[in-house]
């Protein structure tokens, strides 16, 4: 999984919508489209960009198909943002060690 790729298909408000919905429980197309102001034919082809993008992963119930969160792509996520929180945090500690007299 490209984290780029991942970061780029959250940018879009209709897939940051079902990452959110998908990270209460997880969900069929049906059960999503029906809290989303998009149809299910879109939010299908919205979970097809998050799942290339390693977010969500999906499995067979019956007919229908049941969609979560993918752990591995999350955490990638989260290890990205906790490494952009250390840089900031010690750029700014470096900052105001030298303005101290």
């Not at 799942?51 to 996520?77: E, M, Q």
């Not at 250390?86 to 101290?100: D, F, G, V, W």
């Amino acid at each position: 999984m490209a984290t780029y790729q991942a970061w780029e298909a959250l940018g879009d408000p209709s897939r940051f919508a079902i990452v959110a919905a998908l990270a209460e429980r997880p969900q069929a197309v049906g059960e999503l489209a029906a809290t989303l102001p998009i149809s299910r034919p879109a939010v299908s082809q919205h979970l097809k960009v998050l799942k290339s993008a390693g977010l969500v992963t999906d499995r067979a119930d019956g007919t229908r198909r049941i969609y979560r969160l993918n752990p591995t792509g999350v955490a990638a996520l989260r290890d990205q943002l906790d490494t952009f929180w250390a840089r900031a945090l010690s750029s700014y500690q470096e900052i105001t060690e030298e303005e101290k007299p």
